[in-house]
């Protein structure tokens, strides 16, 4: 999967968004609340996405695809984890992956800002 295929399957979910609030990083968001990280276009094609609801749960993918799978500095203690996109990691997981972010981050939202 490439980094604007994600980018187009991320900014397809009822509400999203795409941010730049550093310079040279976009993240898509729901509400005002980041769902994925996608760092700089021109940077190393990855994902960062909430893989759980703790760091016990995300470590799932850096067992299963170690070379592919890491904990996102700084927010990593809270279940988000960087995945590359050309790696072993197979599209449909990925997708599946950003899908479960999305969900958790929009029922984390207040209902005001939940899609509709």
């Known amino acids: 999967m ?8 991320c900014l397809g ?12 990083d976009e993240v898509v968001k729901v509400g005002s609340r980041i769902f994925a990280f996608l760092g700089a276009p021109d940077g190393t094609a990855r994902v960062g ?6 760091r016990e749960v995300a470590d799932e993918w850096l067992h299963r695809f170690p070379a592919d799978a890491r904990p996102m500095p700084y927010v990593g203690r809270s279940g988000w984890n960087s995945l590359d996109l050309s790696g072993a990691i ?22 005001r800002e939940r899609p509709a």
């Open 13 to 24: 979910k009822p509400g999203a968004w795409l941010d730049r609030p550093w310079e040279g």
């Open 2 to 9: 490439t980094r604007d295929e994600m980018l187009a399957y």
């Open 49 to 54: 996405i909430k893989c759980g609801p703790s």
């Open 90 to 111: 197979p599209d449909d997981e990925l997708v599946e992956a950003v899908d479960g972010s999305y969900d958790a981050v929009v029922a984390k939202l207040p209902r």
